[in-house]
T-cell receptor
Framework: DTGVSQDPRHKITKRGQNVTFRCDPI?????LYWYRQTLGQGPEFLTY????????KSRLLSDRFSAERPKGSFSTLEIQRTEQGDSAMYLC?????????????FGPGTRLTVL | TQLLEQSPQFLSIQEGENLTVYCNSS?????LQWYRQEPGEGPVLLVT?????EVKKLKRLTFQFGDARKDSSLHITAAQPGDTGLYLC???????????FGTGTRLQVTL
């Protein structure tokens, strides 16, 4: 399977705990994006990387959220001191810039439930 | 403010019927993508449209990008139960690198 993969697929945690999600993009893609999707809504942009550089962060990304892409390949998204409002689907996407239309391909997502 | 409005929000039809989903904005998009998403899964890309007035066909699905690149439509002919899902339009505005998603249209096709 050469698509975008995310791990874990589901995470249940208690309020106040820290969680970390991983995303492995399509191997030749240089851009990696994180989005959050709540029930019944379209995904909302959180942040993106070009190679290892984090180029943009949304105002949705509070100081409890941090994302890294240390070697320009996989990325991690960490949420510290989780709150019930963090419950959502966290989606990762990747794209190849310079190939034309910068089409983003999405992974299956990580469903986070904060109790 | 939602940049991309989709209509209708919900659509329940019977197998064999035709339908059209609309994606409208007051902003100009450099490209627009349509995705379908099933429960518990990530969005799956259906098509990317780039040129104003462009029409693309994917089997029973026809996608159109408005001449002014502010709107798009998705038409499904002879819908099947396998078409059931959440349809999302998403686009890039200006030099932005992030996708702005529409509000989504949830389609249910019954036998």
């Amino acid at each position: 399977d050469t698509g975008v993969s995310q791990d874990p697929r589901h995470k249940i945690t208690k309020r106040g705990q820290n969680v970390t999600f991983r995303c492995d993009p399509i191997s030749e893609h240089n851009r990696l994006y994180w989005y959050r999707q709540t029930l019944g809504q379209g995904p909302e942009f959180l942040t993106y990387f070009q190679n290892e550089a984090q180029l943009e962060k949304s105002r949705l990304l509070s100081d409890r959220f941090s994302a890294e892409r240390p070697k320009g390949s996989f990325s991690t998204l960490e949420i510290q001191r989780t709150e019930q409002g963090d419950s959502a689907m966290y989606l990762c996407a990747s794209s190849l810039v310079g190939g034309g239309t910068d089409t983003q391909y999405f992974g299956p997502g990580t469903r986070l439930t904060v109790l | 403010t939602q940049l991309l409005e989709q209509s209708p929000q919900f659509l329940s039809i019977q197998e064999g019927e035709n339908l059209t989903v609309y994606c409208n904005s007051s902003s100009v998009f450099s490209s627009l993508q349509w995705y379908r998403q099933e429960p518990g899964e990530g969005p799956v890309l259906l098509v990317t449209v780039v040129t104003g007035g462009e029409v693309k066909k994917l089997k029973r699905l026809t996608f159109q990008f408005g001449d002014a690149r502010k709107d798009s439509s998705l038409h499904i002919t002879a819908a099947q139960p396998g078409d059931t899902g959440l349809y999302l339009c998403a686009g890039y505005t200006g030099t932005a690198s992030k996708l702005t998603f529409g509000t989504g249209t949830r389609l249910q096709v019954t036998l």
